[in-house]
């Protein structure tokens, strides 16, 4: 089943742009929905994009058009480019994997990674 592993956060300006990555196994890439989560300061984990291992995907109303979840199958990697973060998208992002149909409910997810944090200054 392997692990998942993030990295890549930080501070961040508003404008800017951050790359978070997620190593996985090929087995889990090729067979689980990657999802990406967020988890700000008192408030409740979110998804944020998923993709298949066909390569579908879907990203969150909330930062849909700035934020692309993506894949590197021959690195095992699932990544998270986010263009122009704002103040709220701030938190703790962490990379689960589900067997077969994404799901925005994190609690679907039985795999997690240990999460990196991005802060966003203006």
């Known amino acids: 089943q392997g692990q998942l592993m993030e990295s890549g956060g930080g501070s961040v300006q508003t404008g800017g742009s951050l790359r978070l990555s997620c190593v996985t196994s090929e087995y889990t890439e090729n067979t689980y929905c990657m999802g990406w989560f967020r988890q700000a300061p008192g408030k409740e984990r979110e998804g944020i994009a998923f993709i298949l291992p066909k390569g579908n995907t879907d990203h969150s109303a909330s930062v849909k058009g700035r934020f692309t979840i993506s894949r590197e199958k021959a690195k095992t990697m699932v990544f998270l480019q986010m263009n122009s973060p704002k103040s709220e998208d701030a938190g703790t992002y962490s990379c689960?994997?589900?067997?077969?149909?994404?799901?925005?409910?994190?609690?679907?997810?039985?795999?997690w990674g240990q999460g990196t944090q991005v802060t966003v200054s203006s």
């Open positions: 689960a994997a589900r067997r077969y149909a994404c799901m925005w409910q994190p609690n679907a997810y039985g795999l």
